[in-house]
Every structure is written in structure tokens, then in C-alpha cells.
């Protein structure tokens, strides 16, 4: 086990230093904080980073079935790379806008289909 110092600031400026064991390996920790407890911090991180990968192709324009499939089978410290749908990215995009900004991105928008269309 090593130790490792944490630094934590308060609201008002007062900042305290800790130095506290830090484990090195699985079996370190659970001699630190117990089983139950690396366990059920796993299980919550692991929600974290799949709820991640889920939002993720969700913007991607994946359907809730692709999505479904994919997290299934999925591994926790699997990397991935998703192309995102243009449509359904301004879309989600435009959701996020107050409505003055969409009329503007939509006006926007439609300027550049009228070039494109005129480019042939």
C-alpha cells in the first residue's frame, strides 16, 4: 500500500491536506474498505460508464435495440468509437437551444441546404 495525499477546499478558501493509504492492488483494498464495499463501488461505477456509452450512441442515432445488444456484451474498460448521425446530432443539438437560438441554427441551416441545392 502506498500513501497518497489529498487536498480538499472548502467554500471558503480553507484548504486541508490528508495523507491517506492508498491500495495498490484489488486485494489491498479490500483489506482497507472490505468486500462488500469495492464491490458496490465497482457496480456503481460500472452504471456510470455504461449509462456513458449509452448516451453516447444514443447521439450516434443508434437504435434502442443496437444499444440494448452492445452494453450486453460489452467490457467495462472496452474504449469505443462511435460515429455520430449528423441528423440526429443537430437534432439533439437544436432540442438543447432556447427558442430564439434554434430559429436562428434552423435559418442557418436552411441557408446552407438553399447553397447546396444551387451548387448542384
Do not use: H, W
Amino acid at each position: 500500500m502506498i500513501e497518497k495525499t489529498l487536498k480538499a477546499k472548502s467554500e471558503k478558501t480553507r484548504e486541508v491536506q490528508c495523507a491517506i493509504p492508498y491500495p495498490e492492488n484489488l486485494q489491498e483494498a479490500i483489506s482497507l474498505d472490505g468486500e462488500t464495499n469495492v464491490f458496490a463501488l465497482y457496480l456503481g461505477m460500472r452504471d456510470i460508464k455504461v449509462q456513458n456509452v449509452m448516451r453516447r450512441l444514443t447521439v450516434a442515432g443508434k437504435t434502442d435495440q443496437e444499444i440494448s445488444d452492445f452494453v450486453k456484451t460489452m467490457k467495462i474498460d472496452a474504449r469505443i468509437s462511435v460515429e455520430r448521425d449528423p441528423v440526429a446530432a443537430t437534432v439533439a443539438d437544436l432540442k438543447k437551444m432556447d427558442p430564439e437560438q434554434r430559429k436562428l441554427k434552423i435559418a442557418e441551416l436552411m441557408k446552407q441546404m438553399k447553397e447546396l441545392n444551387a451548387a448542384g
